[in-house]
């Protein structure tokens, strides 16, 4: 069995940062993409707040742009995404999807979020027909069509707000009276004469023959005023919040209720000598690129350290 002395396990801005530190400091290390190389930001367009990019850059050619650092300094990208570990000791062992597996000595998991969906039956009916979590990667198909997203957040603000730009009309479902986004995009929302914010609705389910037809929802469920009718609309967009892919590792691992790593303090270390979290998947509150970016360095330089510990340097 292969056995390497670092593994990072995820392709957004944490694992590559990760691979590009640990590449620099001569660790050759080995990357793993996962289930989506380049991770969520290349569910995006534009990324305007990552410093160094004064009029903002395409989110995937970023991620390119990572990748490329990350090879130039020696980082073994592979294709696979794993689906079992054992960290019980080390060395740490860990199984992929294509069937391969490994030893390592050191672990950055960099393994991002993932979108949820409401739980509908519905929402699998017409999945790839009318259903997405993604408005930057499906909206295309929209243009001038009427689209819904559920959501307050800032997630669902800014996708109502980009579907605004090529749908001719979108419904925003709100459960709550208020959203609960930034003020800013909230101001963005409010003010785009497409959007219709529902507040207080809830969706029930879906229909259409060939694809989405419109949505059953309902106005004050539970209230006196209670009102159940049927949303027309073309595309029906999850905007709700992400659950974090720490499945293969919660057996070793803290985790939140939610799913979400638990490193020590600021730091990236899990607790288990050598194991990191870095990124998304441990950061229930900033899950920005920039953020992501910089718990991989962190990550890095801590693995960097502790294997030149076991090494006696
Ligand atoms: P949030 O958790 O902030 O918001 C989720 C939204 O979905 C809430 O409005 C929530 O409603 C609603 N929701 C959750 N479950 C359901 C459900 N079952 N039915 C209906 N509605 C539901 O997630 P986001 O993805 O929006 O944001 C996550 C983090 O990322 C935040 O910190 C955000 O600020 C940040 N972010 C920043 C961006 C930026 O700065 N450009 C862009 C995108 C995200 P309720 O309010 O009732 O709980």
New binding site residues.
């Given amino acids: 069995m292969q056995h390497h002395q670092l593994v990072i396990l995820g392709s957004g801005p944490a694992g590559y940062t990760a691979a590009i530190y640990a590449g620099r400091a001569g660790l050759s290390p080995v990357l793993y993409e996962g289930l989506q190389p380049g991770g969520q930001l290349t569910t995006t367009t534009e990324v305007e707040?990552y410093p160094g990019f004064a009029e903002g850059i395409d989110a995937n050619e970023l991620m390119d742009a990572m990748r490329q650092q990350a090879v130039r300094f020696g980082a073994d990208i592979r294709q696979a995404a794993a689906v079992r570990s054992d960290l019980s000791a080390r060395p740490y062992h860990l199984w992929f999807d294509d069937s391969s597996e490994l030893t390592c000595d050191a672990l950055i998991i960099a393994t991002g979020a993932t979108a949820?969906y409401?739980g509908l039956a519905d929402e699998d009916k017409y999945r790839g027909s009318g259903v997405s979590a993604c408005a930057t990667c499906d909206g295309f198909f929209y243009r001038n069509k009427t689209v819904a997203v559920?959501?307050?957040?800032?997630?669902?603000c800014?996708e109502a707000t980009y579907l605004a730009g090529l749908a001719a009309k979108v419904y925003l479902i709100?459960?709550?009276p208020f959203l609960?986004?930034?003020q800013i995009m909230q101001e963005r929302v409010l003010a785009n004469t497409k959007i219709d914010v529902l507040f207080e609705h809830?969706t029930e389910g879906l229909y259409g023959t060939d694809g989405v037809e419109g949505a059953h929802v309902v106005h004050r469920k539970g209230e006196a005023d209670e009102r159940h009718y049927d949303l027309p609309i073309d595309g029906f967009f999850l905007?709700?919040?992400?659950k974090p892919n720490s499945d293969v590792f919660k057996p070793w691992v803290q985790t939140d209720a939610t799913g979400y790593i638990i490193t020590e303090g600021s730091s990236p270390r899990t607790g288990l000598p050598g194991v990191y979290a870095a990124g998304d998947v441990a950061d229930p509150?900033y899950?920005?690129a920039i953020v992501a970016a910089g718990s991989g360095a962190k990550a890095a330089i801590e693995a960097e350290k502790y294997l030149g510990t076991l090494a006696g340097k």
Avoid at 150 to 156: E, M, N, Q
Avoid at 239 to 242: L, R, S
């Fill in positions: 707040n949820k409401l559920v959501g307050g957040g800032d997630t669902a800014e709100v459960r709550k609960r986004a930034s809830n905007a709700i919040g992400h509150h899950r920005q």
